[in-house]
Structure formats: structure tokens, C-alpha cells
């Protein structure tokens, strides 16, 4: 493919331009549009182009075939186990992987290395894997670049899947690039959305960029398989069934010394230390419509079922209910997690100003004329103290 | 020890802003910097040459002709040299095409110890160009390190970032290793270095000098393609809860569930 | 972009705000608000990077950089703290530049490498009582004895004197008062003689301490003697001279901040149901700011490049641009402050400080007065 510019329809109004994401177009001396080398073809400037002066197009060139893609079948997921245990994500891949299958009316398997964990073939199996490929050797205890990306492609290569899943973890994002390079196919990072083109079979792979400012979606036409590292905690999980039949496959690493040129001396769990405010992916603040310190105490609760860490408004600081560590605003720390929850606090603009950029913003207050809730994506009025406690259960009632 | 790092000049992307009414991305006087993770890899390589006199320290980036500015950065913090790959059959490529392309430039430089690159890009956060060139280069690979603990017997100790912790790992050199910004704390460059990297030659070399035919190269050599791409649906204006306390709270455990925030 | 700057320019200045804005947080601006005292940590670094020999050639240890990166240097300091600046500014012209113009190279190896290393304080000891803007008033006097001089005299609002290790000390070696005859000394502050008033309760630029500096019978042998007898008045002109653009520059930095810190609030703080700056009265006011500091600019990077051309003309452009830039960013400030209302009276908000660290900038460096005299005789000649 290719973006073509008909220099004879190019009026050079310059909406291209503008409306390059990539900064890829420019107008030249006769002002006519000039697609640059930062083009990714995403083809926004196709559609903003008021006089269609610009086309997608095909190239024979680039359209060439590398490998007969209809000799690869089957969706498989990467079963990350870490000390024996299966990562969450392996069970969110495996219920997208299912959805995905059952799509293109092909089958779902498991792709498991270690050793001893042969038990976790039930599991994978009970979650939906049709097939699983089990690698037992001491060598793959513990995930090593070298050994994962051999024993893998190897089988790959033997048993020729048409899309391959990882979680985005530490180390799926380590191993994918290496397949993909040992594959020569393209691999889409951190993928929040998948889907089938319902004429073609082929995935269509969603993922932010530009810090999330941008989202782009991604196929992979002429090369297999299709590869996707997969954001955790974003696909929803699969439904154990004990009921469910699978086979297991064993395969038989051929692992020699040159390929393990990495070695583990060893693995350290660390507990989460506490985060602090800036860092914060979830913040839980507390202001003046506490009524009292101790209200700090609920905030605290609320904060910890999050996962997220305390903040306060600079009133409270100034009674001394909680240290100014805490404060978040103008004269506080300024602030950006993903959820701010902010309780019983009107939202003086100097508080405001810290915490207007955060991505999902509650306001929980008594007053409806509160200016928080004309910034807040989501506002409560009540009284905390019934509204909290509600929360924390709704919460609960959901996880269970 | 003679070290490559591999750099990359990106888009500010906090400073990115979208357009609310045409839901576009502005760019106009959104700065290019260095990549952050790829200083913590620069910093790596100058600790190493803190040490080590010795130590020359060469830039590999890939980029339009203006990101010699980024390259001039790096020199001014304390690189020795730099060279931009830089082609018009460069365009479009996706971290395959990409890592060929500088795979096929480090192979030109030929001599090296260890090759550092940051751990991902933040204008396009694939984290995958770094572990890519390496199996291309055919050199073991750590990604994701936060410490580097020793240098011995050709090998290097060092720890690589997990979720939950983090492992030690022993590599055999050359390798390549990705940075994460725990790693280190980036120095800043000095006038000094901003006097003398303005006086430095950085080499521009296309597909030919890295012998990649056209063909081999950017949009023709990537697997992936951008099918379509669009900005994130605007946040619209916010939601007022009705009904009882437990009808809103549970509620806002939906909101938050179908925003994948929790 | 900017006709008389070059990328190298660009990049300083992508250096120096990258250090202003990582290192100088509200934390560490507040403390030296409320101690007076200025992180150690802080001055360091800064010396690491090389802030403090910007003119001084690389043969001699220096950065080699040009008069346009240096005011750039001053700019992006003081736009995040104009004690920074000074902090910075300092070594390269009152302490640094009359040994860089005269010193010889031992005084250069002795005294400018270690300033320029951040090891080394040396303040510059020209204003007296009774001779500020009038130098010709001065009283101090150094008499020759053998191979000796002896110090005597009283002088005020010495930036850095309590504690400089060395001091420039501008004195008479002629008795005669018609004999404009001035001469220049390094005096290392632990000689018998030497001491220091209490260092004065300012208005602003709070974290640099100034004081004065009293010469009683102060003996000093005459390799102290900078250049030659009778080139001191010479001597502190050209260094005043460069410390006139980096005040603009100063001056340039803060009013800049102060306009960004106005074009904010004026965005966030609502009045009659909308943002002040979609009141027309708040946005012409930021539409004069913005114009002015990009004069501000203007003249500054003009007198700045002149000077790098070696142009006879600077002196009255170094003037000009210290003269216009000073005025208008009390002015600037001051409307910021009054854009903030009241918020902008509390120490919470950033526009209090600029307010009062502009204050000194018509005064310090030949104040607004002596550089319309300059002015005028250059453009009446």
C-alpha cells in the first residue's frame, strides 16, 4: 500500500498536514502536498482531503507474499507461568483467544514451558484450551530469553499457528520481539482490542500510541502468524470448565549449551513498596467535608481496596488532620493517576489546578453546586459516609 | 569497552494535546527530545566510561535529517560520536523493518562490547526494536534492567525489572541490554559538550552504505500494516449519578469496569 | 526562532531549562525562600554543567561559549529563579570577568579555574556609601608601601561578600580626587583587616547574601594588583558591561514567567461565569505582556549577537536592552500579580516572587537612570 497524492485535484489547502498524526506531510513550493518518510499510511489524510486528492493504493511491490498463510492454522496463547503459577493474563488471553477461534472456526492452544508443571495442563484445558504444548525441561524453569524463543519457535515452525497471543508482561514483551524476528512476521505491542475481519479471517490489532493520545489499529497481512502482546487486565477473563477436553502435546527441547548464553542467579519478589502520590495510578483525597480527622481513616480503607494512595485538599492540611505529603494542588504535589476520587472536597481552583489532568476524575460531595463536579467524569452527591461504604461493598459484590 | 547506544528523537509525548473539535492530535510546537529510556541507556554507557577512560561511546539512530540535533545531545552529555540512518526508503517501517535497519548498521560499525538501548519509545511504546536487533545480531539480550552490579570474565551481572521484583541475571558480552529509568539518573549535558558537538561531523548513511536494497528497507520490509488510526473518543462531559446510594456506587464500579480502570 | 540564534543557542537553552525545571522545584525555591540559604547541592551541579566559565575559552578550562549562550543561560535561570541566576552570573562577570579582562595567567590559573569550578567565591567590591552610580565618588584608597599596598575604606551591598573567599576591591591609588586614577585588587577576605558588615534584609532575590565589605589597613603585596595601575575603572566598566545583558537577560526570564503564570490562572480562575481571559480587558493586558517580552527578546538577543560580531555599537545596545527589559519586566510582573487578584499577594503563587525579585533589576547593574544617561550621550555624540 502506499499514499498517493494526484498532484493535479491538490488544491494545497493544507488539511493533510493538519491532520497528520505523524507530522508526514508538507506542502512544497507550488503547494502541493508531499507525503514524507515519517508516513505509516494510516490514512487519515485520505479522509480529510476535501477535493480527494489523495489515495490509498496498492503497490505490486509490496504486496508480495513471504509465506503461504494458508498453511498456518490454529490461535495460540503464550501459558506465562512464573514459581509454577499461571500469570492472570494466560486465563484473560485464553478467553479472548477462545472468542477469536471460534471466529475464524479454528482451534485454541496453549503454549506451556517449565519444569514440573505439568499439572497446569488441567488448568489451561479447563479454560478453554483445545490443545496445550507442553515443554518440561530444568532448563525452562525459570524464563530465559534463549531457551523460551528456541523451544517455541521451534515449535512454531513444526506445528504452524496462525496467531500467537502473549501477555504484555516483563517477559512477554521480551519474548515476542524475538519470536517475531525468528519468524520474519510482525508483532503488535500491547494490544487493548482484538477483532477478526469478518471477510478475510485476518486480526485486527488495537493499540494506543503517542502516550495514549492516539489509538491505532494494526494488521498483519502477508506474514504468519499473527503476533500480539496483550495488555493485562484489559480482555475479559475465561470461564473455567471442568468439562471441558483438551490434549496435551509434548514437546521435546533440543536445547544446547550456546543457546543459553543467560543465566539466573537468581529471582527476588519484592513486596509493592508504598507509591508515592506522582506515581500513583489511583488516588483517593479527602477534604473539609470529612468533618474530621479520623475520616482520613475511611479515605485510607477506600484507598487500599483500590490499590491506589491518600490524598488530601490543602484545608486539611492546614488543620492538621494529615501531613502535607499528602496535599495535592497549587501549593501541594500535582497530580496525574488514571482514577482521582475526590471526597467531600468543593474543588477550590488551587486543587483543581494538581489534579485536573487526571484520567477518570468521582466527586463524591454533599453539595451539588460543588465546582469539583463540573471537572469530575462522575459525580455522587451524598454523604461520603454512606456513600464510601457503599462503594467499597459494590465493589466487593462485583469481585466475587 | 567500546559500547553503541541506540537512540531515538520522539515527540514530547505529554505535550501532545487533541484538538476538541476535530478530535485531531495538534503537534504544532510539540518539542522532539530524546527519548527518555534511551538516556538512562547513555547514562549506562558514560558511567561505564567514567570508569574506563578507555571507553568510546557511539550513538546509532534512526530518524529524519533533524535528528542530528537529538545525536548533538547525546554528544553533548558525553558520547563520542553518532551516526544517523537516515533514507527516504526508511519510511514506514515497523519495529521489523526497523530493527533490520540498525542490526544492519551495527554490523557496519563491527566492533563492539555491549550495545544499551532504552527500554521502549514513547511515541510508539513497543519496547520491541531493542530485544529485535539483538536476535538479528545474534547477541543475548536483557531487557527491562534497573542495575547493572558487575563487569567479569567477559560477562556482565545484571538485574532485570519484573512486575513483582526483579531476577539477577549473568550475560555473556557482547550483548545488548534495555534500560528502564531506574537504571540511573540521566546527567545533563554541559556547555562544554554543546560547544564541541556543534563542531562534530555526524554521518548520515541511507540503504545503501548499509547495503539494504530499497526493497528490504521501511514500509516494504514491515509485516505490519496501519489500517486505520484515530484519536480516542473525547472525554465528554461528566456524569451526574441518579438514584439510591447503592444504584450509583454500583454504578461507578461499572463505569470504572468498562473503562478498564480497575 | 530567532534571527541571531543559532541551534547550538537552542541547545543551551534546552540544557539550562531542563536544569531549572528538574532541579529547581517548588520545594527547593520555597526552602531558600524561608532559610536564606542556598542549596550547596544546587551550586554544584550547576557548576558541573558549566554555567560558570561560559566565556572563558576552553584553552583555560572554560565552556568556549559565546555572549548569546551565556544570556540565554541568565534567561532560562531566572525564568524558573532569579537567585539562581545570580548564583550563576556571579562567577562569569563580577568575579570571573575583571580576571578574564586583566588577570594575568597565574591570577587566571590562581583565582578562574577555581571560580569556574564552583570551589572558589570571589565578589566584586565597587559601590560605596557615597558612590554608587557615581564611581568617580569613591573614597576607598590603596596606598603604596615597598613592595605593598594598604587597603582603606567602606564598601556596600556587595553581593556574595559574606561569603566570598576573595574579593575584587576597586580603590584610589591616586590621592589627588580630580585623578580618576582607580585601581583593581584581589583581597583574600581572611586577611587582618578585612571584615564584613551583616548581610542586609532584602526585599527579594532572597538566598544570596549581601553585605559590606570594610578595609581597615588591609596590607596586600602587589601581585594582588589586577591589570595595571589606574586600569580599574576600565576594568569594572567592561565587566559591567557584560553584566548588563545578563540583568536583561534576567529580566527577559522572569517576565516570561511571570506571563505564562498569568495566561494559566487567567485560563483556570473563573469571574461573571467565565475564564478571566475571555475578559477582554485581562486578554489585552496579556496581549501587551506577550508583545513586550518578545521586544524584550529582541533587543536583548541584538545586543547579545553584537557583541559575539565584536560591534563598536554594543555598549549602547547592552544599555538599551538592560534599560528596557528591566522596566518592562517590573511592569509584566506587576500585571501578573494584578491578574491573580488577590491570590496573587500570597506567597502560594509564583507571581509574588517575580514581583519582588524584579524590583532590584532597574537598580542593580547601573540602574535605569545611568542607562539613559548612557543612552543619550551615545545618540547625542
Known amino acids: 500500500m502506499a499514499i498517493i497524492v494526484k498532484t493535479n485535484e491538490c488544491k494545497g489547502c493544507g488539511l493533510c498536514v493538519k491532520n497528520c498524526p505523524f507530522d508526514a506531510i508538507a506542502l512544497n513550493a507550488d503547494r502541493k502536498a508531499v507525503v514524507g518518510a515519517g508516513c505509516t499510511e494510516c490514512g487519515k489524510c485520505v479522509d480529510a482531503c476535501p477535493f480527494k486528492a489523495i489515495e490509498k493504493k496498492s503497490l505490486a511491490a509490496a504486496e508480495k507474499k513471504t509465506v503461504n498463510i494458508h498453511d498456518y492454522h490454529g490461535v495460540w496463547v503464550f501459558a506465562e507461568q512464573r514459581g509454577g503459577k499461571l500469570m492472570n493474563v494466560v486465563i484473560e488471553l485464553l478467553g479472548e483467544g477462545r472468542k477469536l477461534a471460534d471466529e475464524i472456526g479454528t482451534e485454541l492452544c496453549a503454549v506451556l514451558l517449565g519444569e514440573n508443571v505439568k499439572g497446569l495442563t488441567d488448568e489451561l484445558i479447563g479454560y478453554g484450551a483445545d490443545k496445550v504444548y507442553y515443554a518440561d525441561a530444568p532448563e525452562l524453569k525459570s524464563y530465559t530469553t534463549d531457551a523460551y524463543t528456541k523451544v517455541i519457535y521451534d515449535a512454531i515452525n513444526e506445528y504452524k499457528p496462525e496467531i500467537v497471543l502473549l501477555g504484555a508482561t516483563h517477559i512477554g514483551r521480551d519474548l515476542g520481539p524475538c519470536l517475531s524476528v525468528q519468524c520474519e512476521t510482525g508483532l503488535t505491542a500491547d494490544c487493548t482490542k482484538l477483532g477478526i475481519d469478518p471477510e478475510d479471517k485476518k486480526i485486527q490489532q488495537t493499540r494506543p500510541a503517542f502516550g495514549g493520545n492516539l489509538m491505532a489499529t494494526i494488521v498483519c497481512p502477508n506474514n504468519r502468524p499473527q503476533m500480539s502482546t496483550v495488555r493485562p487486565g484489559v480482555m475479559a477473563k475465561a470461564e473455567f470448565d471442568k468439562n471441558h477436553k483438551g490434549t496435551v502435546i509434548e514437546l521435546k527441547p533440543s536445547l544446547k549449551a550456546e543457546d543459553l548464553r543467560v543465566k539466573v542467579l537468581e529471582i527476588i519478589n519484592s513486596v509493592e513498596n508504598q507509591v508515592s502520590l506522582t506515581d500513583a495510578k489511583i488516588i483517593v483525597s479527602g477534604g473539609m467535608g470529612l468533618g474530621r480527622p479520623e475520616g482520613f481513616e475511611l479515605i485510607q480503607k477506600l484507598a487500599d481496596r483500590l490499590g491506589g494512595v491518600v490524598g488530601s485538599s490543602r484545608a486539611c492540611v492546614d488543620a492538621g488532620w494529615i501531613p502535607h505529603s499528602h496535599q495535592v494542588g497549587q501549593t501541594g504535589t500535582t497530580v496525574k493517576p488514571d482514577i482521582y476520587i475526590a471526597c467531600g472536597i468543593s474543588g477550590a481552583i488551587q486543587h483543581v489546578a494538581g489534579m485536573k489532568e487526571s484520567g477518570y476524575i468521582v466527586a463524591i460531595n454533599k453539595n451539588e453546586a460543588a465546582p469539583i463536579f463540573e471537572i469530575a467524569d462522575y459525580g455522587i452527591v451524598g454523604d461520603l459516609y454512606e456513600v464510601i461504604p457503599a462503594f467499597i461493598e459494590a465493589l466487593d459484590a462485583k469481585n466475587k | ?262 | ?381
Not at chain 2, 137 to 159: H, N, S
Not at chain 3, 77 to 92: D, E, G, K, Y
Request: aromatic letters at 6%.
Open chain 2, 1 to 262: 569497552m567500546k559500547i553503541i547506544v541506540c537512540a531515538k528523537q520522539v515527540p514530547d509525548t505529554t505535550e501532545v494535546k487533541i484538538d476538541p473539535v476535530k478530535g485531531t492530535l495538534i503537534r504544532d510546537g510539540v518539542p522532539s527530545i530524546l527519548n527518555p529510556d534511551d538516556a538512562n541507556a547513555l547514562e549506562a554507557a558514560l558511567q561505564i566510561k567514567d570508569a574506563d577512560p578507555d571507553t568510546t561511546v557511539t550513538i546509532v539512530s534512526m530518524g529524519p535529517p533533524q535528528a542530528t540535533e537529538m545525536i548533538r545531545e547525546c554528544l553533548a552529555m558525553g558520547a563520542d560520536n553518532g551516526i544517523l540512518l537516515s533514507d527516504r526508503a526508511f519510511g514506514g517501517a515497523d519495529t521489523i523493518a526497523t530493527s533490520s535497519q540498525i542490526a544492519a548498521a551495527i554490523r557496519k560499525i563491527a566492533d563492539y562490547d555491549i550495545i544499551f538501548a532504552g527500554r521502549q519509545a514513547i511515541d510508539g511504546d513497543t519496547a520491541q526494536v531493542g530485544p529485535q536487533i539483538a536476535r538479528r545480531l545474534g547477541l543475548p539480550v536483557v531487557t527491562y534492567v534497573q542495575k547493572i552490579r558487575e563487569f567479569k570474565d567477559g560477562k556482565v551481572i545484571v538485574e532485570r525489572q519484573l512486575e513483582d521484583g526483579y531476577e539477577v541475571l549473568e550475560v555473556q558480552m557482547p550483548c545488548l541490554l534495555t534500560a528502564v529509568k531506574e537504571l540511573n539518573t540521566p546527567r545533563y549535558m554541559t556547555v562544554h559538550g554543546i560547544m564541541d558537538a556543534y563542531k562534530a561531523d555526524i554521518p548520515v548513511w541511507n540503504h545503501d552504505d548499509l547495503g539494504l536494497a530499497p526493497e528490504c528497507c521501511g514500509l516494504n520490509a514491515s509485516p505490519t500494516q496501519v489500517l486505520r488510526s484515530f484519536t480516542p473518543a473525547p472525554k465528554g462531559k461528566g456524569e451526574m449519578a441518579a438514584g439510591s446510594v447503592k444504584d450509583m456506587t454500583e454504578t461507578l464500579v461499572d463505569r470504572l469496569n468498562e473503562k478498564h480502570l480497575i
Open chain 3, 1 to 381: 526562532m530567532n534571527a541571531y540564534l543559532e541551534p547550538k543557542h537552542e541547545m543551551v537553552r534546552k540544557l539550562v531549562r531542563q536544569f531549572a525545571e528538574t532541579e529547581l522545584t517548588k520545594e527547593v525555591i520555597d526552602e531558600i525562600e524561608e532559610t536564606h540559604e542556598y542549596p550547596k547541592e544546587i551550586f554544584d551541579k550547576m557548576a558541573k554543567c558549566g554555567f560558570y566559565g561560559m566565556r572563558v575559552p576552553q584553552e583555560l578550562g572554560g565552556q568556549g561559549a559565546d555572549y548569546r549562550s551565556y544570556v540565554i543561560m541568565a534567561e532560562e535561570l531566572a525564568r524558573v529563579s532569579v537567585v539562581s541566576n545570580i548564583w550563576a552570573t556571579t562567577p562569569n562577570s563580577l568575579a570571573g570577568g575583571p580576571i578574564l579582562n586583566e588577570g594575568t595567567d597565574e591570577q587566571k590559573e590562581k583565582y578562574l579555574k577555581p571560580v569556574m569550578n564552583g570551589e572558589m567565591k570571589i565578589c566584586f567590591a565597587l559601590t560605596e556609601p557615597e558612590a554608587g552610580s557615581d564611581p568617580s565618588g569613591m573614597t576607598t584608597t590603596a596606598v603604596k608601601d615597598g613592595d605593598d599596598y594598604i587597603l582603606n575604606g567602606r564598601k556596600c551591598f556587595i553581593t556574595m561578600a559574606p561569603i566570598a573567599d576573595y574579593a575584587i576591591v576597586f580603590a584610589r591609588t591616586n590621592p589627588d580626587p580630580k585623578a580618576r586614577e582607580i585601581s583593581a585588587f584581589i583581597v583574600d577576605m581572611k586577611l587582618e583587616g578585612v571584615s564584613t558588615g551583616a548581610p542586609e534584609k532584602k526585599m527579594g532575590v532572597i538566598g544570596c547574601p549581601t553585605s559590606d565589605v570594610i578595609l581597615n589597613n588591609v596590607r596586600v603585596s602587589k601581585d594582588a594588583l589586577l591589570g595595571e595601575e589606574g586600569s580599574g575603572l576600565r576594568n569594572a566598566l567592561a565587566t559591567l558591561d557584560v553584566g548588563r545583558m545578563a540583568c536583561a537577560a534576567q529580566a527577559v526570564g522572569v517576565a516570561e514567567a511571570a506571563l505564562e503564570e498569568a495566561i494559566k490562572y487567567s485560563k483556570e480562575r473563573k469571574q461573571f461565569g467565565k475564564p478571566l481571559c475571555k475578559h477582554q480587558a485581562i486578554a489585552f493586558m496579556l496581549a501587551d505582556m506577550a508583545t513586550e517580552v518578545e521586544a524584550m527578546r529582541g533587543l536583548l538577543y541584538q545586543a547579545a549577537w553584537m557583541k559575539d560580531k565584536g560591534s563598536k555599537e554594543v555598549g549602547k545596545f547592552a544599555s538599551m536592552a538592560k534599560y528596557y527589559c528591566a522596566e518592562k519586566a517590573n511592569e509584566i510582573c506587576g500585571k501578573a500579580v494584578q491578574i491573580h487578584g488577590g491570590y496573587g499577594f500570597m506567597k502560594d503563587y509564583k507571581v509574588e516572587r517575580f514581583y519582588r525579585d524584579a524590583r532590584v533589576m532597574t537598580i542593580y547593574e547601573g540602574t535605569s537612570q545611568v542607562q539613559q544617561m548612557v543612552i543619550s550621550r551615545a545618540i547625542l555624540k
